[in-house]
């Protein structure tokens, strides 16, 4: 079975500052996806980056991007320029496919608060 | 437009009700899934279905119970034997995009309160 653990149920940064979310999992298939969600007050879950396991250059999206550690099972979210629009629930997730379909195990969340 | 569409977006049921959740989709995905979501955890996997007529158990079925008759349809029931239903439900669709990728798609969810 495969754990997600995000050890920070909370964080705060300044507008247009630089926070990193933490991630560690625990699996033992070689073939996965790790993912990070946002989801906002609409509680609409927002897909904000993916990385492929055996992909060894981090992922990045504009302003998001990845620290992608497989030996040591981390899979780090880093925001930079923070905007007031990134407040959020922020998911880690690793996702294995299964025939048709994949399962998804998420973790706890942290909830990220941009002020000004 | 494409997408997922749950409803309604807020329901309310009394104590001892069965209640069920809509979920459907017009993306053509063969895959469906339904979570659970409680204040200050992930969310949680109840049952998925990779084919019509077909369905599998998640991590917490107990007290749930679904149907998958049409591709676009996967309707959720929260049965009175469910000990805690009040959550957020959501519903997601995937399709394999490339290698062995298969994404999720969510839909808006539906806040389920049992009173």
């Known amino acids: 079975a495969q754990t997600v653990t995000q050890s920070q149920p909370e964080m705060s940064v300044q507008e247009a500052e630089t926070v990193t979310l933490s991630c560690t999992y625990d699996?033992?298939?070689?073939?996965?996806?790790l993912f990070w969600y946002k989801q906002p007050p609409s509680r609409q879950m927002i897909l904000v980056i993916r990385?492929?396991?055996?992909?060894?250059q981090n992922a990045t999206e504009n302003r998001f991007s990845v620290n992608f550690q497989k030996a040591a099972k981390s899979f780090s979210l880093k925001i930079s320029d923070s905007q007031l629009g990134d407040t959020a629930m922020y998911f880690c997730?690793?996702?294995?496919?299964?025939?048709?379909?994949?399962?998804?195990?998420f973790g706890t969340g942290t909830r990220l608060q941009v002020t000004l | 437009d494409g997408g997922i569409t749950q409803s309604p977006k807020y329901l309310f049921r009394k104590e001892g009700q069965n209640v069920t959740l809509s979920c459907e989709q017009n993306?053509?995905?063969?895959?469906m899934y339904w979570y659970r979501q409680d204040p200050g955890q992930g969310l949680r996997l109840i049952y998925y279905?990779?084919?019509?007529?077909?369905?599998q158990k998640g991590d917490i079925a107990e007290g749930y119970s679904v149907s998958r008759e049409k591709k676009e349809s996967f309707p959720l029931t929260v049965t009175s034997a469910q000990k805690n239903p009040t959550a957020f439900y959501l519903c997601?669709?995937?399709?394999?995009?490339?290698?062995?990728?298969?994404?999720?798609?969510f839909g808006p969810g539906t806040r389920l309160t049992v009173l």
């Open positions: 699996t033992s298939e070689s073939n996965y996806y």
């Open positions: 993306l053509n995905h063969d895959a």
């Open positions: 990385q492929e396991a055996y992909k060894q």
């Open positions: 279905s990779q084919i019509v007529n077909d369905f």
């Open positions: 997730a690793f996702m294995i496919t299964t025939g048709t379909a994949s399962k998804l195990t």
């Open positions: 997601a669709s995937s399709v394999r995009t490339s290698g062995s990728l298969n994404e999720q798609f």
